[in-house]
């Protein structure tokens, strides 16, 4: 759901704009349209280099989307000022485990 909510916004660019984009992550950045969910925090480093604090907008999109998708969120970082997009990411990884293992007799 995370890359679908990424390809999506990214999308709003522009087809050309996306494919340039996803060029330039695995030519300059050494990342692959695949590894993205695997390896967020230099996919974001890599937006932050490309995009300045243009990044930001789309980091948030990107997180709208995905909490949209995810069709809840409720963040472990309330105590924090200001999230990061890995911040986020991580409180999601939290949640699903957590409502997973509420759920799941086998796992609990």
Do not use: V, W
């Amino acid at each position: 759901m995370l890359m679908e909510a990424i390809d999506e916004e990214i999308g709003l660019l522009g087809k050309t704009c996306q494919q340039a984009i996803f060029f330039h992550l695995e030519k300059d950045f050494k990342l692959t349209r695949q590894e993205i969910p695997y390896r967020i925090k230099h996919f974001t480093e890599s937006m932050e280099t490309i995009f300045g604090d243009g990044a930001l907008i789309l980091e948030i999109r990107i997180m709208k989307n995905f909490f949209k998708k995810l069709g809840y969120f409720d963040p472990h970082f309330q105590d924090k000022k200001k999230l990061e997009f890995i911040d986020y990411l991580e409180a999601i990884r939290i949640n699903t485990q957590s409502k997973e293992i509420a759920t799941n007799p086998i796992i609990s």
